[in-house]
């Protein structure tokens, strides 16, 4: 079974600073990797995902996400946010062989101008 | 193109009444999900249909709670008796096929309440 850790509930930052969100994960399978968004009262959307290749990998509205297998890590980052950053983040896995997302906690990002 | 639909946005019972809550997937869209999002926590996962068989309701507390997915397009959630600890945000999600990696698209939620 596969699990996440988002590391901080919370994060504020205040506008145009960078921010890293951290996303910690286990399985004892390989793993596709995910980044949903969450803004007030709507559904999540899809950021940014991992499946193979470049572990560097980027995403919409200027954020990436680096996959590193050895420490079972998938951190999100932005160098400079704004206002309309402001909302919940969550970090999801699934195992390569199926299609069920686990997700995080998540995380709110505050940003403060 | 339309998003996913999900009605009511709100709702608010008393323990030990039912409930149901809609969902109308993306057009072409064979996988449907339906996840519950307690305040403070991640979507869990409650029930996977494909068309209109299910993939995967291991987490789905079937003493209480139903869906249905009639003709392979929307679906229904249904909670009978509710209990207070029901209360939280049911999203509906569909992908265009199955498939791991696959993008899921979320409806806006209906947020459940239970007194």
């Known amino acids: 079974a596969q699990s996440v850790t988002q590391l901080d509930s919370q994060v504020p930052v205040f506008e145009e600073a960078p921010v890293e969100l951290r996303c910690n994960y286990s399985s004892s399978v390989s793993v596709y990797l995910f980044w949903y968004v969450q803004y007030p009262n709507q559904g999540l959307q899809l950021l940014l995902k991992?499946?193979?290749?470049?572990?560097l990998v980027k995403g919409i509205n200027g954020f990436e996400a680096e996959f590193n297998k050895s420490q079972t890590s998938f951190h999100l980052r932005k160098p400079s946010v704004h206002i309309s950053d402001t909302a919940e983040y969550f970090c999801a896995v699934s195992n390569q062989g199926a299609q069920k997302l686990v997700f995080g906690q998540g995380t709110r990002l505050t940003i403060n101008p | 193109e339309a998003g996913v639909a999900q009605s009511p946005r709100y709702k608010i019972i008393e323990k030990r009444q039912s409930v149901a809550f809609w969902c109308n997937p993306i057009s072409g869209h064979a996988t449907l999900y339906w996840y519950q999002q307690i305040l403070g926590q991640g979507p869990k996962l409650l029930i996977q249909?494909?068309?209109?068989?299910?993939?995967?309701d291991s987490q789905l507390p079937k003493d209480r709670f139903s869906a249905e997915r009639l003709k392979g397009v929307d679906s229904t959630l249904k909670i009978q008796p509710a209990k207070l600890e029901d209360s939280a945000v049911y999203l509906c999600a569909s992908s265009p096929q199955r498939g791991a990696g696959v993008e899921q698209f979320f409806g806006p939620g209906t947020r459940l309440t239970v007194l």
């Open positions: 991992y499946l193979s290749g470049s572990t």
């Open positions: 249909f494909q068309n209109n068989g299910v993939v995967d």
